[in-house]
Nanobody, 121 residues
Framework: VQLQASGGGLVQAGGSLRLSCAAS????????MGWFRQAPGKEREFVAA????????NYAEFVKGRFTISRDNAKNTVYLQMNSLKPEDTAVYYC???????????????WGQGTQVTVSS
């Protein structure tokens, strides 16, 4: 599966952004999907994941209550709604896919290119 992330940009602290990740191929609904991020000088870290059917989701502690992951299997797209953004959320955000939610959370099988999110103070 090929993944294409979009929706990044520059936003002020406290603002919102919605990232999208469009997947190619007819098997999108069979994959769990996730979002990761990488800030300058830091390692890539897990942000959120959602099961293939959308019934389960996992979040990193630092985004709980602020970010929401969702998916539309009819559109082959996964979303990351980011609210109450903080300067420390500044990073390149990547979408990823894996066979099940545990896999996509730890060792994704497929990666998309990143989209830059910059939060100004």
């Amino acid at each position: 599966v090929q993944l294409q992330a979009s929706g990044g940009g520059l936003v002020q602290a406290g603002g919102s952004l919605r990232l999208s990740c469009a997947a190619s191929g007819p098997t999108f609904s069979r994959y769990a999907m996730g979002w990761f991020r990488q800030a300058p000088g830091k390692e890539r870290e897990f942000v959120a994941a959602i099961s293939w059917g959308g019934g389960r989701s996992n979040y990193a502690e630092f985004v709980k209550g602020r970010f929401t992951i969702s998916r539309d299997n009819a559109k082959n797209t996964v979303y990351l709604q980011m609210n109450s953004l903080k300067p420390e959320d500044t990073a390149v955000y990547y979408c990823a896919a894996g066979s099940v939610i545990v896999v996509v959370t730890t060792t994704p099988e497929f990666w998309g290119q990143g989209t830059q999110v910059t939060v100004s103070s």
